[in-house]
């Protein structure tokens, strides 16, 4: 088997390409000499990234199709094995690559309820002089409550970066469509 063409045994047809890609989690490094990776869930509990098959890399070239025969979950973390890859240095080019599966796979939220990659790449504005903050690049598990990281960029107050926290005191309103979070937030902070 040709080392790149790690997705071979793999039955691929057009429609199975993921339509609206949502990026699950990423492998990060190789364990062992059999090909074993482990993977980094940006799912809820991590264990739960492996609810969502099929997946798919991110790679340069586009989306690969890649099936797993098997998986451990351990109290470092998830290790996982693809089929096809049994080779540490053939693993080892995988490795900070996405993986992505289709958003349609997502259970439904109740309303006013959303998962993390909607929020991300939204403009925050400040109810406290309608200023426009940034845009979230990111969200923080911290053990009270998630945190908004929000980068500065040409159309906001300034460049700065800030945290802030996702709760109801905060975070005043989300509208998806016009790709807004409304904050109240002191823009000075």
């Not at 089929?83 to 796979?105: F, M, N, P, T, W």
């Not at 991300?120 to 998630?146: F, H, K, M, P, Y």
């Amino acid at each position: 088997m040709n080392p790149t063409d790690f997705v071979s045994a793999v039955t691929i047809s057009a429609g199975q390409i993921p339509v609206d890609p949502v990026v699950v989690g990423r492998i990060t490094a190789v364990h062992g000499i059999k090909g074993w990776v482990k993977v980094y869930s940006f799912t809820e509990h991590a264990e739960n990234i492996f609810r969502y098959p099929p997946w798919w890399l991110k790679a340069k070239e586009g989306l690969r199709l890649i099936e797993i025969d098997e998986y451990r979950v351990t109290s470092k973390g998830l290790l996982v094995h693809i089929v096809g890859i049994d080779d540490r240095d053939v693993a080892k080019k995988l490795c900070q690559q996405d993986i992505v599966v289709e958003r349609s796979q997502f259970p439904g939220l109740e309303q006013g309820e959303y998962y993390w990659h909607q929020l991300e790449g939204l403009r925050v504005i400040s109810r406290q002089g309608n200023v426009q903050l940034g845009v979230v690049t990111g969200i923080l598990e911290t053990g009270a409550n998630d945190v908004l990281e929000v980068k500065g960029d040409s159309e906001s107050l300034d460049r700065q970066e800030r945290l802030i926290p996702y709760t109801e005191q905060f975070v005043l309103s989300i509208n998806l469509d016009a790709r807004e979070i409304e904050v109240d937030w002191d823009p000075g902070f």
